[in-house]
């Protein structure tokens, strides 16, 4: 039982370039989610998935895509990257309780990712 | 929009003292979570301690317990018997449905 998983742990991109930074969870979660981290922050939540299929914006959405065909897989997508998205990004899953609100979440190791 | 505060950005301590890290929080919910994550140099978020809204009774973790206060929106971390090992950046979070949000943290010193 792996938990969540995130490739690559860092990148380096120029201005402009595309990437996709992949997130995996082994744990049957229907809830996933991607953060991004400024040096000295707290999180801030990008976009999150309730299930295969259904995906919704977060705080911080402006830049980024994602996909969610397979409740394992959460993708994040960089279209054109810029300087201002230098951060770690965090994936991350739950479950959902009973009444329908999620619970813990569980972390992936981040991804250090450096524009320039 | 909800608003997650912790109002100190660094906090020390002497091992094997006790400490208190404090987070407010804003919400127009009656029924929500709370967590305490704690992310050490790794960069790993490790989960410490959560609390159900809609329960009265504070969370407690070994040395790791919460203060609280719901009509007050205060939510507060205590670390008893202080060990080298809980220097970290600690976060405060309130998730709620498809509102999830995070404290800026406070960064905890331990000194032998």
């Known amino acids: 039982n792996a938990g969540v998983t995130q490739t690559p742990k860092f990148r380096i991109l120029k201005i402009g370039q595309s990437m996709t930074l992949q997130c995996t969870q082994d744990?049957?979660?229907?809830?996933m989610y991607w953060y991004r981290q400024d040096p000295g922050m707290g999180l801030k939540l990008i976009y999150y998935?309730?299930?295969?299929?259904?995906?919704d914006k977060g705080e911080v959405p402006n830049g980024y895509n994602v996909s969610r065909s397979t409740t394992e897989d959460f993708p994040l997508r960089l279209e054109l990257a810029a300087p201002s998205q230098t951060s770690v990004y965090f994936c991350?899953?739950?479950?959902?309780?009973?009444?329908?609100?999620?619970?813990?979440?569980?972390f992936g190791p981040g991804t250090r990712l450096l524009v320039l | 929009a909800q608003t997650v505060t912790q109002s100190q950005p660094e906090m020390s301590v002497q091992e094997a003292e006790t400490v208190t890290l404090s987070c407010t929080y804003d919400?127009?919910?009656?029924?929500?979570?709370l967590f305490w994550y704690k992310q050490p140099p790794s960069r790993q978020m490790i989960l410490v301690i959560r609390?159900?809204?809609?329960?009265?009774q504070n969370a407690t973790e070994n040395r790791f317990s919460v203060n609280f206060q719901k009509a007050a929106k205060s939510f507060s971390l205590k670390i008893s018997d202080s060990q080298l090992g809980d220097a970290a950046m600690y976060f405060c979070?309130?998730?709620?449905?498809?509102?999830?949000?995070f404290g800026a943290g406070t960064r905890l010193t331990v000194k032998p």
């Open positions: 991350a899953s739950s479950y959902s309780s009973v009444r329908g609100t999620p619970e813990t979440q569980y």
């Open positions: 744990m049957n979660h229907n809830y």
């Open positions: 998935s309730v299930g295969a299929g259904i995906t």
């Open positions: 919400t127009s919910e009656s029924d929500y979570y």
């Open positions: 609390q159900e809204a809609y329960k009265q």
């Open positions: 979070a309130y998730i709620k449905h498809n509102d999830m949000r």
